[in-house]
């Protein structure tokens, strides 16, 4: 067993970055993640030789990213909903340039500057795009502390396996709850030369060019027929759910993040009552689990969808289920948790009291 | 099991600490544990808590808004948190600066002096040490040798030599809290 | 007349003996998409004179800014990055940090350095980025046909200001270099033009030297170019340098503003 400490969310993924043996943060501080920038200015240098450099802006650090990622590094930053906003042009390029990096998001509550406290009301910024054009991130949800500190070694792999950028999309909550976590081992930093880096023309072949520029219709198209192949190929081989009490389901509730955990007891509640509930969680937002929904709606009377914004990723169960299955959905905004017992009381409004 | 509860009082008594000891103690014990501070503008103006949740089993949500124990340092946190206790719940408050008592009939309450208590050991920093002894008493979450085994893993080294002061306040507190009942008007 | 018989006779008259002029190695031999007279086309070629000379092709990374020099990596025979409208200090912020050792330079317009992203060169050279910014004034967009600049000058003529820039309403032509000079992480600030034979040759030297420089571990250097635009100024190349000449160096004095103390 590794190293256990009682840790912040925003402190277990700072941890995990200084032992995944990441070369780069550049960030912003927001609250309610400034104790990842903190942590990183006070630890990552000196034990690892990391770069942490506070950025001018949001905008100046994911195009910081940028530069350092170009040369084959491994770069991140984290931040809350409205600096990711301020990303969104850089992920764009950084998605077209098709380079790899890692960004968390610890949501909190919008729109516009919104309050501090936790929210999932970026869930359609995240998995859609969010930036221009037609390009994914990759999009793991934690639901504890533990994989906010898993999740940033995962998420490294993932984006230098696709060469795309992963998104972290955890909470305020997550954040700043602390939780016993276990810490990976250290690793060491190494530097790999890709052949796509730009690290200086090399004397016996072309220089590299990283650019997301392609005037001619025709090639840019053939770009984006490339990226769709890669998120077609993320769909098939990167899908990561977690589920519960299927084989007798009768219902499914299913939540992503922090509030999955709300709903795992609001199913505990509901079958202590004798309802058949089961449980779904997707851990990749993209690519979503559209597989197990698609198989669990041939079988249950119907599923609750539970977010902590108006009804994101319920467009995507929809999605999945086809019609299959009779869809709803609880949320709560602006910064406000569920209870497991408004959960199982609208559950038993919209399903029970109706049959 | 599951034991929610609340810590509260001033920025610099120590309460965030409070959770925290209680939580690396229930992390030893092998005990699920959520740990969840107040933050950002609630914590301008003096106040700070934090939500602390001991489980048997996996904790849902580490924000709750009504309490099995409150633990209050100061008047604010005994007027805000006094109606955040459960029915049957307890409500723990410092006597030394206290003008208002709390009032509620369906409550268990305890107090103890703290402050005068500290004042005895020569330390006020030891407050909060002092409340989780009381705390403990009243609660009996986790076992007084993983409270001293959270003492160890939160202090730095170099201030381990105070672990002594820290367990004689802690073991104060849990010797002096007694149980009160509010008068009605 | 057959082409073999041109390839002989090309090679007959370019002969080491003869030649009196030729591109550097370092910049790639295809046909500038520039303006015929732009003064962009005379900045790459000194500029990769430079890198031939010192021999640092193998050792440089540059990044392309979004404007007319979008394409500079079409030319320039370097590993370069294409930066996002405005970034290009911040993400040669990030290949500088990574890579220390390396010549890191940025290729930048008016309106990419100066507007959208003055605040990424700002903090760039305020943190004192070793790298070399090379700033391409022409007082107008180029890419986007003749819209007003940050250092459009009063009274000029663009397609957002028809009228003439009028600094009331429109704000004041941007020295960007003066801006930053006196900040502490700014090692050297230089003015310069390609309008002239002479003038190219000063560009080349302040060019080199910036270099020099970030080879020390001086800090942020600036070398703003002031230059033209035939086609959006609406002028004949030999107009757009007089208009260089007489118009734009009396508002944009050429010289160094900041050079840095070196100990010999």
């Not at chain 1, 942490?52 to 905008?59: G, N, R, T």
């Not at chain 1, 984006?159 to 795309?164: I, M, P, S």
């Not at chain 3, 295809?30 to 086309?41: D, I, L, N, R, T």
């Not at chain 3, 605040?119 to 107008?140: K, P, S, W, Y």
């Amino acid at each position: 067993m590794g190293e256990v400490r009682l840790m912040k969310g925003n402190e277990a993924l700072a941890e995990a970055a200084i032992r995944a043996g990441v070369d780069a943060y550049f960030g912003y501080p927001i609250t309610p993640q400034s104790e990842v920038i903190e942590y990183l200015s006070r630890e990552a240098t000196k034990r690892t030789g990391m770069l942490v450099l506070q950025a001018e802006s949001e905008i100046g650090a994911i195009n910081m990213i940028y530069g350092a990622a170009g040369c084959g590094k491994k770069a991140m930053s984290t931040s809350s909903s409205p600096g990711i906003s301020l990303m969104q042009e850089g992920l764009s390029y950084i998605a077209s340039a098709e380079l790899p990096c890692l960004v968390a998001n610890i949501n909190r509550g919008g729109p516009g500057l919104g309050t501090i406290q936790p929210a999932q009301g970026d869930y359609f910024q995240a998995v859609k795009g969010g930036g221009h054009g037609d390009y994914r991130l990759l999009v793991l949800a934690p639901y504890n502390v533990q994989e906010m500190a898993d999740f940033v070694k995962l998420g490294f792999e993932l984006a230098f396996k696709y060469r795309n950028p992963v998104m972290i999309l955890a909470d305020g909550a997550l954040g700043q709850m602390m939780e016993k976590v276990e810490l990976p081992p250290q690793e060491p930093r190494v530097h790999i030369e890709y052949p796509w880096a730009t690290t200086g023309k090399p004397k016996d072949g072309p220089r590299r060019v990283i650019t997301s520029l392609h005037i001619e219709p025709e090639k840019m198209e053939e770009i984006n027929l490339r990226l769709q192949a890669k998120y077609k190929k993320m769909e098939e081989e990167e899908v990561r759910y977690q589920a519960k009490n299927l084989e007798d389901a009768e219902y499914i509730f299913t939540a992503f993040g922090l509030v999955s955990r709300i709903a795992l007891k609001a199913m505990d509640l509901g079958r202590q009552k004798g309802y058949k509930i089961g449980w779904i969680r997707p851990i990749t937002l993209f690519p979503f689990p559209k597989k197990i929904f698609a198989e669990v709606s041939e079988k249950v009377k119907g599923i609750l969808d539970v977010e902590m914004n108006s009804g994101q990723m319920v467009e995507d169960v929809k999605l999945a289920v086809c019609g299959n299955t009779r869809v709803e959905f609880y949320g709560r905004m602006g910064g406000v948790i569920p209870t497991p017992d408004e959960i199982l009381a609208y559950f038993e409004k919209m399903f029970i009291k109706g049959e | 099991m599951t034991h929610e509860s609340v810590f509260s009082g001033f920025g610099g008594q120590g309460v965030l600490t409070m959770g925290m000891i209680l939580g690396y103690a229930a992390i030893f014990e092998g005990k699920e544990v959520t740990w969840m501070p107040s933050y950002g503008p609630e914590m301008r103006g003096g106040t700070a808590n934090c939500i602390t949740i001991v489980s048997d089993e996996m904790i849902s949500s580490p924000i709750i808004s009504k309490f099995d124990t409150v633990v209050a340092l100061n008047q604010p946190s005994i007027d805000k948190f006094e109606k955040a206790v459960k029915p049957g719940g307890n409500f723990i408050y410092d006597t030394t600066t206290t003008l208002r008592h709390p009032t509620r009939q369906d409550i268990n309450i305890y107090n103890l002096p703290a402050g005068d208590i500290t004042v005895e050991l020569k330390n006020t920093k030891v407050l909060n040490m002092v409340m989780l002894g009381a705390f403990l008493k009243i609660t009996n979450v986790v076992k007084i040798e993983s409270i001293w085994k959270g003492l160890e893993a939160m202090l730095p080294e170099r201030y381990h030599k105070l672990i002594p002061l820290n367990q004689e306040a802690f073991m104060r507190g849990y010797n002096t809290v007694t149980a009160y009942k509010p008068v009605l008007v | 007349m057959e082409p073999e018989n041109v390839d002989v006779m090309v090679e007959d008259i370019v002969t080491p003996e003869n030649l009196v002029y030729r591109k550097p190695s370092t910049l790639i031999d295809v046909e500038f998409h520039y303006c015929p007279g732009c003064g962009h086309s005379t900045v790459h070629k000194i500029f990769m004179e430079v890198v031939e000379e010192m021999g640092i092709q193998n050792d440089m990374i540059g990044v392309a800014p979004v404007g007319c020099s979008v394409f500079a990596y079409h030319y320039l025979d370097v590993d370069m990055q294409q930066a996002p409208h405005g970034r290009a200090c911040a993400v040669a912020t990030g290949i500088k940090r990574m890579l220390p050792d390396k010549y890191v330079f940025t290729y930048q317009g008016d309106g990419d350095l100066a507007a959208i992203g003055g605040n990424e060169t700002l903090h760039a050279a305020n943190r004192g980025e070793n790298i070399l910014v090379i700033f391409i004034n022409n007082a107008i967009y180029g890419m986007t046909s003749g819209q007003m600049a940050p250092t459009t000058i009063e009274g000029m003529v663009t397609t957002t200001s028809p009228y003439g820039r009028e600094v009331k309403t429109m704000g004041y032509p941007l020295k960007f270099g003066e801006l930053i000079a006196p900040l502490p992480g700014v090692a050297y600030v230089t003015r310069q033009s390609v309008h002239t034979v002479q003038n190219v040759r000063r560009a080349k030297k302040a060019l080199q030297r910036a270099l020099e420089y970030q080879k020390m571990g001086l800090g942020f250097c600036l070398v703003e170019i002031v230059s033209n635009c035939p086609s959006n100024w609406k002028m004949t190349p030999i107009e757009s340098n007089k208009y260089v000449q007489n118009v734009l160096i009396p508002f944009y004095p050429l010289g160094d503003i900041k050079v840095p103390e070196v100990k010999k």
